[in-house]
């Protein structure tokens, strides 16, 4: 943990709270919880049912995120997707987030082609949204 907040402090040009704009009294609420249930298998199915392969586990990962504000550069978005990435092709984990009242600001950190202008920011806004994944990885996305 205290390796990841010094490195993640260290590219502290990426990451910035935007104050109060339009926020109102709202204040910023993040939720995580993962609910990992043992499920007993027959003794006649315990053999190839090692640990890894799923078989005795039932999980789900719930996040909600609600009234945020963040400004990132995508060179922050590019290594947080490194963070996640893994050697190992593991079992897909069910997962279901919901997105409340967001506001990004995406600005491009990378250098611009000589003749372009340079880098507009992309603003997104997400009322409410709702992604779900399965177990077999699929993903699903509803407004």
Known sequence: WDEF??????RSRGWSEVNG???GD?????????DHRVTPQPPDK???????????????????IINTELGLSMGTIAGLAD???????SIPLPVDITLENIRLRLVEDRSANITSPGPTPLDV???ELRVHR?????????P
């Open 5 to 10: 907040q010094s490195k993640f402090s260290l």
């Open 21 to 23: 704009g339009g926020m």
């Open 26 to 34: 709202h204040k910023p609420r993040v939720t995580a919880r993962l």
């Open 46 to 64: 315990w053999v190839g049912a090692g640990v890894g392969s799923g078989a005795w586990f039932q999980n789900l990962l719930t996040m909600r």
């Open 83 to 89: 963070l996640a990435e893994d050697e190992i092709i």
């Open 125 to 127: 806004n997400v009322t």
């Open 134 to 142: 399965t177990e077999d990885g699929v993903l699903h996305v509803e």
